[in-house]
């Protein structure tokens, strides 16, 4: 039993994507790379499905204003990333030249994320998605809810804190921690820099860094969620998991609606044992996700594995690695599949 929990608290905060961060720098690669490696069935196939569909749009915040640089994914069938694209001045996008099929259109920015189902079928679809707790001020200010702590922050630290977000956003990891000295140089109690440099940290491994920045961030704003799920992040990694609890159960009351607090608090609950309450975050997170995220179905099978439930770990393995067949812990979940079925044929 042992054993599982060890390998259910190995998903590291790399791999959850709790933030923009950490969601455009390891799920997405390993879904591409997913994508470019295997054909779906039908789904590529010229001789059985159109390629003259479209599916194009806009991304506005709750005002109804469109949302530039917004990226937008585009999800086939099997839930992998089929395209990605981001949105003009206008808020526009537009995906070409599609298979016929049902797809899943994802807008991220930041935690903030809004989706819809299109059916292309040899036809120009059109959608609007509206994201959730976005609305931008009239200063540049953005967030799920504009503080006072915000409004004071000086506008070239906002602009650094945007370069930035862009560079994590193309994987140019040294850059945006550049931009993020300057930010912090110009104010030093930025919470939203000093948020994105304690994620940064933590996909390095440095916790204890990952922890004082994000404790100055709730010091600078007690309301700024993200700074709490982090923070939540960071303790999971420390295997402080009451700590790690009240910090997530604190972000998920600031933001409700972030499906990443029910999944690190489900890493929580699998850390103390408490398996049937880690069952019940992880569902809370699948049912909020935006798609299916393969790593919640990984930390499932732990604490199934961990119940002794091993037919239900079973399906939760498999869905996980037809999820994410190359992924850092797929070899672990293979490993785990086998246990699993050697249990079940001894009974």
């Not at 054909?39 to 499905?49: E, V």
């Not at 923070?231 to 933001?255: C, H, I, P, T, V």
């Amino acid at each position: 039993m042992k054993t599982y929990r060890v390998v259910a608290l190995a998903v590291g905060f790399a791999g959850c994507a709790l933030s923009l961060t950490a969601q455009r720098m390891s799920i997405n690669p390993q879904q591409q790379q997913w994508n470019q490696s295997n054909t779906f069935a039908g789904i590529n196939s010229p001789s059985s499905r159109s390629e003259n569909s479209s599916i194009s749009g806009t991304v506005e915040d709750m005002r109804n204003d469109p949302m530039k640089d917004v990226r937008v994914e585009l999800r086939n069938e099997s839930g992998a990333v089929s395209d990605s694209v981001y949105t003009n001045s206008s808020g526009n996008f537009e995906f070409t030249r599609l298979p016929t099929g049902s797809y899943l259109v994802v807008a991220t920015q930041g935690v903030r994320q809004a989706s819809e189902r299109v059916d292309a079928r040899g036809f120009a679809s059109g959608v609007t998605l509206r994201m959730p707790g976005s609305a931008q001020a009239q200063d540049g200010v953005e967030g799920n809810a504009i503080s006072v702590a915000q409004y004071r922050i000086p506008a070239k630290a906002r602009e650094q804190y945007r370069k930035a977000h862009e560079a994590v956003e193309k994987g140019k990891k040294d850059d945006a921690n550049k931009h993020l000295a300057k930010a912090l140089e110009l104010c030093p109690n930025y919470a939203d820099a000093l948020t994105l440099r304690g994620v940064l940290e933590l996909n390095q491994k440095d916790s204890q860094s990952a922890i004082a920045d994000l404790d100055k961030a709730i010091k600078a704003d007690a309301n700024y969620a993200m700074a709490y799920l982090v923070l939540g992040s960071a303790f999971n990694m420390e295997s402080k998991f009451d700590d790690a609890l009240r910090a997530l159960q604190r972000g998920e009351s600031l933001a409700p609606n972030y499906w990443q607090a029910h999944f690190e608090m489900g890493k929580s609950y699998t850390g103390k044992a408490d398996y049937p309450a880690a069952l019940r975050q992880l569902e809370r997170a699948e049912s909020m996700a935006p798609g299916q995220y393969p790593l919640i179905y990984l930390l499932r099978a732990n604490a199934l594995m961990a119940m002794k439930q091993y037919p239900d770990a079973t399906v939760a393995l498999q869905a996980y690695l037809q999820k994410d067949p190359q992924g850092s812990n797929s070899a672990q979940a293979r490993k785990m599949l086998e246990q699993a079925q050697a249990f079940m044929a001894k009974k």
